[in-house]
C-alpha cells in the first residue's frame, strides 16, 4: 500500500456497463463485525475509486462511518490481490488493469445501536446504507443488488427495498440514494402487518419491553390516516417501521418508505412516556413528506463526503416537530389538555434557554453540522435548538395564518402548497421560495416576522400569539427561590454542577460545569434540596459557596439575584371571550373548556 495521490479518471463513461453488487455476513454476531463483500463486473477502467459516505442524511453531522472500517482487500474473482491504496480518511483506490471483474472485502465493527449508526450482536444486526457501503463516484445512479448471508436459521429479514425476484435474501436499490434511504434489520423479530388505503405497511419490533404491539399497530393506523389526508395521499407503495426497544436510547430516522424507531424497552405504560413514543412515530412519517420529498435545495441531491448546508432546517424539523404534537391530537390518541402539557415543556425549555438570544434561528439550521449533535457545557449559553425553535416559530406561523383568516387556512396549506410545488416532483427549494409559500397563504408580507424571528435574535412573543386562541403563560416565578444561575445534572443527590449561565451569579463568582457542590454557608447541599436552601435567603444576600474545582477545595461568595421563572404552562385564560373559544375549536378541535379541567 502507497500514500501517492492519483488522479482520478472519469470512469463513469469508460466502464457504462459495469454492474455492483454487496454481500453482508455476520458470521460471528458476538463479535460486533459485519463481513462486506462488494463486487464489482464488467470494469473496464485502469482504477477503481471507492467512497465511503462521512454522514447521512436526516442526521446533520459528519460522523465519520470510515473510522469502523477494518480488514480491506481487494482481489479478482480467483483470488489475485490487486494493488490498492487508501487516498484520505474515506476513499480508496484499487488498481484494476488487469482484470475486468473486482472482489472487495473489509469488516465493519457495528455496536453503536442508535438509528443512524450500525448495530450487531447475538440477536440481530441493523445497518444503515451510509455506515455500511462504498460508493463508486458517477455511478451512484446505477443499481445495487444486496444478498443477506445469515448467520442462523431464526432470523428474519427487513427492509423496505424490493426482493430479487427468484433469489433468496437478494434486494435491489435503484441507485446508491435508495440504498443509503433503505435501513436493514435483521435477527429475531416481532413483525405485524397491516393494509392502509390498500397499502402493506409492516411493524417489525427488536427487543424486549411492554410494549403492547398490537395497541401499537391500531394507533400507527389512526397516525397514517391523518397524515394521508392532510398530504393527499400516501406517495408510496410499502412501508416499514422499525423499532428497537433499548436500555435507554431515543431517537427516529426517516426514509422514503420506512423509518427507524428507538426508545426504551419499559417506556410504554406511563400516560407521558407513551404521549412522547407517539409524537416519534408521527414526527418520522410526516418526513417522509417533509424532509425526504419536500426538502432545501441544498439537500436536493446528497453529497456524501461533505456537510450540505442549509438555512432552512428549522422548516424541515421545526415544523415537523410542531406537527409530532398535533397530529396525536388529531388522531384522538391523546386530548388537548395533553397536547397543552407537551406545548408547556417545550415552550419551558426554549425560555430558559440563553443562547435563544445568541443564535440566530437560520444559523441554528446552518451551523446544525458544528453545534447541535456536539453539546458542550456552553452550549445553552451559545446556542438553540432549530427542532425546538423551529417548532414554536411554526406555532406562530400557524396562528397567524389562522388569525387573518378567519381559520379559514392555516399552514396544512402551506404545507399543501410546497407539496404540490416541490415535494411531488422533489425539486429542492430555496429560503425565499418557502417565505413566499407562508406569504401566499397567509395574504400578507412576512418580512418583519422572517427578520425578526428567523434571520434575527427578537424574542418570541408567544403570550402574544396565544392571547386570541383563549391560552396565555403561567410561569412559576412566585415559588422560585432567588437565581444564582447553576444547573445540575438531575439525579437527584448528585452534586456535579452541569450548566452556568452566561452572567448570571454563579458564573461570576466563578463557579463552573463540572464543579462539585459541597456546601452553601458551611452546610452540605446536594442538588435536590438546593432550592429549599436558597428559598432560606433573599435577593441581594451573598452566601459563601464551598466547591470542588478540578479536585481543588475552593470557597467562593455568590450574590443571589432575583428570582427567575424555570417552567411556563399554556393554559386556557379564566373566562375566555367567544371568538378566543372558537379560535380554539378551529385550531385544536376541542372544546376551550374541557383544556382547562
Known sequence: MTQAIPTRPNTSETTPNAMLSYTVAMSDPESHLFEIRLQVSSWQAKQLDLTFPVWTPGSYLVREYARNLQDFAAETPQGTQLSWRKVSKHQWQIDTDATEDIVVSYRLFANELTVRTNHLDGTHGYFNGAATFFFIPGFEDKPIEVTIDLPRSDWQIATALPPVPDAENRFVAEDFDTLVDSPFEIGIQERREFEIFGKPHELVVWGRGNLEIDRLVDEIDRIVRVESDLFGGLPYDRYLFILHLSGSGFGGLEHKNSCSLNYPRLGFQKPDSYNRFLQLVAHEFFHLWNVKRIRPKALERFDYTAENYTPSLWFCEGVTSYYDMLIPLWSKLYDAKAFLKILSKDVSRFYITPGRLVQPLSESSWDAWIKLYRRDS???????????????????????????????????????????????????????????????????????????????????????????????????????????????????????????????????????????????????????????????????????????????????????????????RVVPVKNPTSTQAKNFQAWLGADITTASR
Not at 413566499?436 to 397567509?442: C, N, Q, Y
Request: charge should be negative; proline fraction near 4%.
Open 378 to 568: 456552553n452550549s445553552d449559553n451559545s446556542q438553540i435548538s432549530y427542532y425546538l425553535k423551529g417548532e414554536l416559530v411554526s406555532l406562530m406561523l400557524d396562528l397567524t395564518i389562522r388569525q387573518r383568516s378567519q381559520n379559514t387556512r392555516s399552514i396544512d396549506d402551506v404545507m399543501k402548497q410546497v407539496w404540490q410545488q416541490f415535494g411531488k416532483a422533489e425539486i429542492g427549494y430555496r429560503a425565499e421560495q418557502l417565505q413566499e409559500a407562508f406569504e401566499l397563504v397567509a395574504g400578507c408580507d412576512l418580512n418583519d416576522f422572517f427578520d425578526r424571528y428567523i434571520y434575527g435574535l427578537e424574542d418570541l412573543p408567544l403570550a402574544e400569539y396565544l392571547e386570541p386562541f383563549g391560552l396565555r403563560l403561567k410561569t412559576d416565578i412566585a415559588k422560585q427561590p432567588p437565581f444564582w444561575g447553576a444547573r445540575f445534572n438531575g439525579n437527584g443527590n448528585g452534586t456535579a454542577i452541569q450548566f452556568v449561565e452566561i452572567g448570571s451569579p454563579a458564573q461570576q463568582a466563578g463557579l463552573d460545569a463540572g464543579d462539585e457542590l459541597l456546601a452553601i454557608d458551611g452546610f452540605r447541599v446536594s442538588s435536590d434540596s438546593i432550592d429549599d436552601r436558597l428559598k432560606e435567603y433573599n435577593p441581594g444576600d451573598t452566601i459563601s459557596v464551598s466547591i470542588f474545582h478540578q479536585d481543588e477545595l475552593k470557597t467562593v461568595s455568590v450574590t443571589l439575584a432575583e428570582p427567575q421563572a424555570s417552567t411556563y
